[in-house]
């Protein structure tokens, strides 16, 4: 098969869909990679990396969609790039459909295979391609939250850990999926008071487990969502709901009732926020505020820290790349049930139910 790897091209995305060495695994594998000119220069991967890996080497995007079977991105395909793809070709990457309608169109229109890293289910039930990801994006929010609530950023003036004698910040985690605790993590090394909220019991035992007791772990409800915000220097939403729209858990008049300079971390905005006043925001407009609070909000925060951020998603991806470039799209879904859940846009179909009801598709 011929797989093709563009540059990504969304604001400030450095990441890449094959690092080099997954270009020689499938090399080895007797495929075909075609990697676009500069593609890993943001992870430090220059061509010669790729040529030396087996890859060649194509001067534009549109040459590499025009030539390839299967495309391997990390962002959602850009309304230009969508127009460069063709019936029956595939495209494995992150979509968020949920929250980008003209795109899930755009995508029906190429009468492309769109398969989503974010709804492929693992046999554990976990989802393995998100997994990675999450983590990043869920370790980044706490240092993000730490040099925002400083004064020179707009902040209340709040050192995260404090020091003998002060408070430390209030951090409110809400979701403790892996995200979630990975944001708890690093919010709770900072020395900071840490709070998760989750709707699941057995979960909320098993991190206080993980934390030893020293992670505040409280059931999500209105009444303590609405105490918990009004007293927190810093919220941190990672709320998720595989495949559909993430939900407006904290409302206008919550965030209303935060003490100016207070943070608000959007990690769910990929799946259009969970947060009433979250708009997606980029890495180079990050923030903006509204009743006096910050709201960071960027859609592709792992794109900050590409290197380790394209490492660790190759990792994930590539058994899932080599056994559709291997089988072929329809003998790869027959042969697991998981990347058949990843399988959101066919032949001009939207094919996730969740995708589709969200959309109103």
Known sequence: ?????????????????????????????????????????GIGCPDDEYRAAGAQILPTAAAVFAAADMIVKVKEPQLPECAMLRPGQVLFTYLHLAAD?????????????????????????????????????????????????????????????GVPGTPPARVLVIGGGVSGAAAAEIAHGMRAAVTILDKSLPRLRELDARFGGQVRMIASSTDALEREVAAADVVIGAVLIPGAAAPKLVSDKMVASMRPGSVLIDIAIDQGGCFATSRPTTHSDPTYVVHGVTHYCVTNMPGAVPRTSAFALNAATLPYVKSLADRGLQAALAADAGLAEGLNVSAGKITSKAVAEALGL
């Open 1 to 41: 098969m011929k797989i093709g790897v563009p540059k990504e091209i969304k604001v400030h995305e450095y990441r890449v869909g094959l690092v080099p060495g997954s270009v020689r695994e499938l090399v080895h594998s007797g495929h075909e990679v075609l990697v676009e000119t500069g593609a890993g220069l």
């Open 101 to 161: 309608k003209p795109q899930a169109e755009a995508l029906m229109k190429s009468g492309a295979h769109a398969v989503a890293y974010e709804t492929v289910v693992g046999r554990d039930g976990s989802l393995p391609l998100l997994t990675p990801m999450s983590e990043v994006a869920g370790r980044m929010s706490a240092q993000v939250a730490a040099s925002l609530l400083q004064k020179n950023a707009g902040g209340a003036g709040i050192l995260m850990g």
